[in-house]
């Protein structure tokens, strides 16, 4: 079955006012919510291809900061001196790698609004969910500095409480948030983990 593309005022807005993917308006109402992201933050987001979030992104950190996005598929350059992407599937990569493209001994936020590939069989895809979420949190635990902010999105299953447990127990405070740019698109939420305590190091 081929895609469907839902053509809404969120698709149609990302075209006018020049956002790569529509996904940048969920970041927006995540970062007025939630002022996670600030001028001079180092930034790592996950999964960020087309570059919808790094366009947010660059914005909030202006030239002090610097984000690196790393996306299996190749990100077209978005010509921001602080922005910097990588092809690299986040299974294998290491958080060195990542930190070195930052110059920077940690991250101040982690965003990932990754999406795996699905085949429809439901173990199948449970597994690999499962998989790039346990990369993700290696990423985070290894590179976000103590007190950082973590935006993950994700998915209602049967997983969906342990990982909100398992994100307490790393987090001062764990938030399930819905952004309206969000409605209608599958069970998708968006959990921001505010507060990485220092014992995760
Ligand atoms: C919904 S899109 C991200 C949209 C992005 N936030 C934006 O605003 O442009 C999800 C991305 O996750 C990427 N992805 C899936 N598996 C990955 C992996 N193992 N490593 C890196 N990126 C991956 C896909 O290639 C896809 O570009």
């Given amino acids: 079955m081929g895609r469907f593309i839902v053509k809404d ?70 010509n921001q001196d602080n922005v910097v992407t990588m092809t690299a599937d986040i299974r294998t990569i290491s958080t060195d790698e990542l930190l070195a493209q930052a110059a920077a001994p940690a991250f101040d936020v982690v965003t990932c609004d990754i999406a795996p590939n699905l085949s429809g069989i439901r173990d199948v895809d449970e597994a690999r969910i499962g998989e790039l979420y346990e990369s993700v949190l290696r990423i985070v635990k290894e590179g976000l500095k103590p007190s950082g902010v973590f935006i993950l999105k994700s998915f209602f299953g049967p997983e969906f409480k342990p990982r909100i447990n398992e994100l307490r127990s790393l987090f001062s405070s764990v938030t399930v948030y819905k952004p309206d740019a969000s409605r209608g698109v599958s069970s998708e939420v968006y959990l921001v983990s505010m507060g990485k305590k220092q014992t995760t190091v």
């Fill in 9 to 78: 005022s969120f698709y149609e807005r990302a075209k006018k006012e020049g956002y790569r993917a529509r996904s940048a308006y969920k970041l927006m109402e995540i970062q007025k919510r939630f002022h996670a992201i600030k001028a001079g933050h180092k930034v790592l987001d996950l999964g960020a291809a087309p570059g919808g979030w790094l366009q947010v992104i660059s914005q909030q950190i202006g030239g002090k900061g610097i984000v690196v996005g790393i996306d299996i598929t190749p990100v077209a350059p978005l």
